[in-house]
């Protein structure tokens, strides 16, 4: 399968554009950014083509890796599925509602296949625990914390326009729900509160009955970060599994087969319809903060 990487930043670089080149069922066929010398470069350093025009790239290749703002994905997903190219996005799909139905919108009127890079759920130990406990059932409850502290001199996302305004909910909220919501399956309602250092803590309930809430923000103090995933069940209490060995590179290879997968007619769980259904969630949270209210998703 031919890809296109459409954006040059960090993760671009060091997570897509690495997988690609190293997948061996994927061929990198270029790249576009918004900065024609990043594009240049990054290009060189890839051994690939740079392209200054999206149309000229998208009519090169049979799929995309998309790793922009979520903002500017979401348009850019639209127009690669209008013209017939297979979507490996990256989360959040989108900011809205609007723009996520748009997605899913145009994947569905061109058929094309999608597969959005919820990282911990191609991560082959995190995703064997949720098939297999998901099947076991009776899980009533789960607590997620991530707390990370990005904008440290150093950081690669320290200059993350989009996440310093939008915050952990709108980066880390869908890593926390892409594994609370397979054993405590979709959510009806919920209420948020904010915390100091941008902390937002969620309480979620479930139409299982299951509640669960999550403690997310990328401004904890340096010495206060924390990530962990606790569930709580008929059978007992878990905690989420390590990687291991692997590597977000390893991941990204895996949702590379999962889309050449789905084109095959192998959909995949995590689709646009399944990252749209978490765009709602996380808007819904928005709107609970602001309001201070238990609001329906």
Same mark, same amino acid.
């Given at each position: 399968?031919?890809?296109?990487?459409?954006?040059?930043?960090?993760?671009?670089?060091?997570?897509?554009?690495?997988?690609?080149?190293?997948?061996?069922?994927?061929?990198?066929?270029?790249?576009?950014?918004?900065?024609?010398?990043?594009?240049?470069?990054?290009?060189?350093?890839? #051994?690939?083509? !740079?392209?200054?025009? %999206?149309?000229? *790239? @998208?009519?090169? $290749?049979?799929?995309?890796?998309? /790793?922009?703002? &979520?903002?500017?994905?979401?348009?850019?997903?639209?127009?690669?599925?209008?013209?017939?190219?297979?979507?490996?996005?990256?989360?959040?799909?989108?900011?809205?509602?609007?723009?996520?139905?748009?997605?899913?919108?145009?994947?569905?009127?061109?058929?094309?296949?999608?597969?959005?890079?919820?990282?911990?759920?191609?991560?082959?130990?995190?995703?064997?625990?949720?098939?297999?406990?998901?099947?076991?059932?009776?899980?009533?409850?789960?607590?997620?914390?991530?707390?990370?502290?990005?904008?440290?001199?150093?950081?690669?996302?320290?200059?993350?326009?989009?996440?310093?305004?939008?915050?952990?909910?709108?980066?880390? #909220?869908?890593? !926390?729900?892409?594994? %609370?919501?397979? *054993? @405590?399956?979709? $959510?009806?309602?919920?209420?948020? /509160?904010?915390? &100091?250092?941008?902390?937002?803590?969620?309480?979620?309930?479930?139409?299982?009955?299951?509640?669960?809430?999550?403690?997310?923000?990328?401004?904890?103090?340096?010495?206060?970060?924390?990530?962990?995933?606790?569930?709580?069940?008929?059978?007992?209490?878990?905690?989420?599994?390590?990687?291991?060995?692997?590597?977000?590179?390893?991941?990204?290879?895996?949702?590379?087969?999962?889309?050449?997968?789905?084109?095959?007619?192998?959909?995949?769980?995590?689709?646009?319809?399944?990252?749209?259904?978490?765009?709602?969630?996380?808007?819904?949270?928005?709107?609970?903060?602001?309001?201070?209210?238990?609001?329906?998703?």
């Amino acid at each position: 399968m031919r890809f296109g990487v459409l954006g040059t930043g960090h993760w671009a670089r060091t997570t897509q554009a690495a997988a690609l080149a190293a997948h061996p069922d994927a061929t990198l066929t270029g790249v576009w950014g918004r900065s024609p010398a990043k594009t240049a470069e990054f290009a060189e350093s890839f #051994g690939t083509t !740079a392209f200054d025009d %999206v149309d000229a *790239l @998208l009519a090169t $290749v049979d799929a995309v890796a998309i /790793a922009l703002p &979520p903002e500017i994905q979401a348009d850019l997903a639209v127009r690669a599925a209008r013209a017939g190219k297979h979507l490996l996005l990256d989360k959040p799909l989108a900011l809205t509602v609007e723009s996520a139905a748009a997605v899913v919108d145009a994947v569905a009127a061109s058929g094309v296949a999608s597969v959005v890079f919820f990282t911990n759920r191609f991560i082959p130990a995190v995703d064997t625990f949720l098939r297999d406990n998901a099947a076991l059932g009776g899980w009533y409850a789960a607590h997620a914390t991530m707390y990370a502290s990005i904008f440290q001199p150093g950081n690669p996302y320290a200059g993350s326009t989009w996440r310093k305004e939008h915050g952990g909910l709108w980066d880390l #909220g869908p890593h !926390a729900l892409s594994v %609370v919501l397979p *054993l @405590l399956g979709p $959510v009806v309602d919920l209420s948020a /509160a904010d915390g &100091p250092h941008d902390t937002v803590h969620l309480l979620l309930r479930h139409d299982s009955g299951a509640a669960s809430t999550l403690s997310l923000t990328l401004d904890a103090a340096p010495d206060a970060t924390s990530f962990g995933f606790s569930y709580f069940g008929e059978h007992g209490a878990l905690t989420l599994p390590a990687w291991g060995v692997d590597t977000p590179v390893d991941a990204f290879g895996h949702a590379v087969t999962a889309l050449i997968g789905a084109a095959g007619g192998t959909p995949h769980p995590c689709d646009v319809r399944y990252a749209a259904s978490i765009t709602g969630i996380l808007s819904a949270a928005d709107q609970a903060r602001r309001t201070q209210m238990i609001v329906a998703v």
